[in-house]
């Protein structure tokens, strides 16, 4: 089970945190990963970070303004975003799993509800 929150409305520019509550199963041995979707659009890889390596991950759009981050005893997921631009407005969700590929949403297990992060011009 994974519940996300932290969504909400932000001027461009601005930041917003994200985090993903996960209970039952062994975090710390999950991948977990955020992906969006914005409306008309296709579920897009936002980041990850392996169960196995504090190594993460980016998608294109996220890298240099966005960080993920997994805080195993609080069995917790974070995605810290900056910079935020009007492209960044999507329903963020975060999932875990054994993925073979990090980038595939099909490749995770568990999802959350998503939570809606709109960023105004």
């Known amino acids: 089970q994974l519940q996300a929150s932290g969504g909400g409305l932000v001027q461009a520019g601005g930041s917003l945190g994200l985090s993903c509550i996960a209970s039952g199963g062994t975090f710390s041995w999950l991948t977990v990963a955020w992906f969006r979707q914005a409306p008309g659009k296709e579920r897009e890889f936002v980041a990850a970070?392996?169960?196995?390596?504090?190594?993460?991950y980016y998608g294109d759009s996220a890298k240099g303004r966005f960080t993920i981050a997994k805080d195993n005893a609080k069995n917790t997921a974070y995605l810290q975003m900056n910079s935020l631009k009007p492209d960044d407005t999507a329903v963020y969700y975060c999932?875990?799993?054994?993925?073979?590929?990090?980038?595939?949403?099909?490749?995770?297990?568990?999802w959350g509800q998503g939570t809606l992060v709109t960023v105004s011009s």
């Open positions: 999932a875990a799993g054994y993925p073979s590929k990090l980038t595939v949403s099909t490749d995770y297990r568990d």
């Open positions: 970070m392996r169960g196995t390596s504090d190594s993460p």
